[in-house]
């Protein structure tokens, strides 16, 4: 236990895989949730999920890529949970395609998610966070943060920029009392983005996933649950001294 009882944490893009691992664990800390996310239908049963817990779970519908939508959802969670304690911006996409063929619309549209998501949902958060001298932000990057990959080149530059935002953030919060970290995931299995990319890959006779991880020294792709122990860590006081960090989750496949 990480001794988050009476806490609240909005989690962006909670509806399905790594995003709902991490709702749940913050639940199952103590914690009520707060759920944004595009997919209404995912979001309740993530919702519904957190309630079994005994916890309390509210959702708000919306893109994080659209100021106004969060906006609206950042307001609603807050008045439905109280002030807002842990912000988990995970909510993310990837479209991967060779450099050349990756289209202005594609390039657009992930760093609207993956970039100016965390962007929004900090500005209408960190001024609560501010006011009250307390809070902890934790930004979804990968490791295709620290290094660039073929065929991502959006995907890559979305994530590498969500480590720089963060450093600058969690330099300008850290005397209002504010934590601000990155976590850095690996390849991660049972999410719907992970099922995607498989069927590419396959399409494309690349190789799959199992194939893949005997190249991770342990041996295995990481699971949503992997991640969602680190957040869970980083949101409480046992990581009071953390801040601006980005951190790699991914079995030893990367260590920069
Ligand atoms: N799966 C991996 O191997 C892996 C590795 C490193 C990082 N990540 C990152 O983890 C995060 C979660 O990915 P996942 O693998 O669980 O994928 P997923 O597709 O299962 O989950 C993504 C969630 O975000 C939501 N979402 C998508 N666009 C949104 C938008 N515009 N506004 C609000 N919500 C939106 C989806 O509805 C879904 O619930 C992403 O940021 C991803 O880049 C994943």
């Not at 893009?13 to 913050?26: D, F, P, S, V, Y």
């Not at 994530?159 to 390849?187: D, W, Y």
């Not at 996933?209 to 969602?228: F, K, L, N, W």
């Amino acid at each position: 236990m990480n001794g988050l009882a009476g806490r609240s944490a909005i989690v962006t893009g909670a509806g399905t895989g790594i995003g709902r691992a991490i709702a749940l664990r913050l639940a199952h800390e103590g914690c009520d949730i707060g759920i944004f996310d595009v997919e209404g239908d995912a979001a309740q049963t993530t919702a519904e999920m957190i309630r079994e817990t005994g916890r309390r779970a509210a959702v708000a519908l919306g893109s994080v890529a659209e100021r106004a939508d969060v906006a609206r959802g950042a307001r609603a969670l807050a008045d439905a949970l109280g002030p807002i304690d842990i912000l988990v911006n995970n909510a993310g996409i990837l479209r991967t395609a060779p450099f050349l063929q990756t289209t202005e619309a594609q390039w657009r549209s992930i760093m609207g998610v993956n970039l100016d998501g965390i962007f929004h949902f900090c500005q209408e958060i960190l001024p609560q966070m501010q006011e009250r001298r307390r809070g902890v932000v934790v930004n979804m990057s990968s490791w295709t943060g620290k290094k660039g990959v073929p065929n991502h080149s959006a995907y890559s530059a979305s994530k590498f920029a969500v480590i720089g935002l963060t450093q600058s953030m969690a330099g300008e919060m850290a005397e209002h009392g504010i934590r601000i970290n990155a976590i850095c995931p690996g390849i991660i299995v049972n999410t719907r983005m992970r099922d995607e990319a498989e069927v590419l890959n396959k399409a494309q006779g690349l190789p799959d996933v199992a194939t893949r991880a005997q190249s991770i020294p342990m041996r295995r792709p990481g699971t949503p649950e992997d991640i969602a122990g680190v957040v869970a860590f980083l949101a409480s006081d046992d990581a009071a001294y953390m801040t601006g960090q980005a951190v790699n989750i991914t079995g030893g496949l990367w260590m920069g």
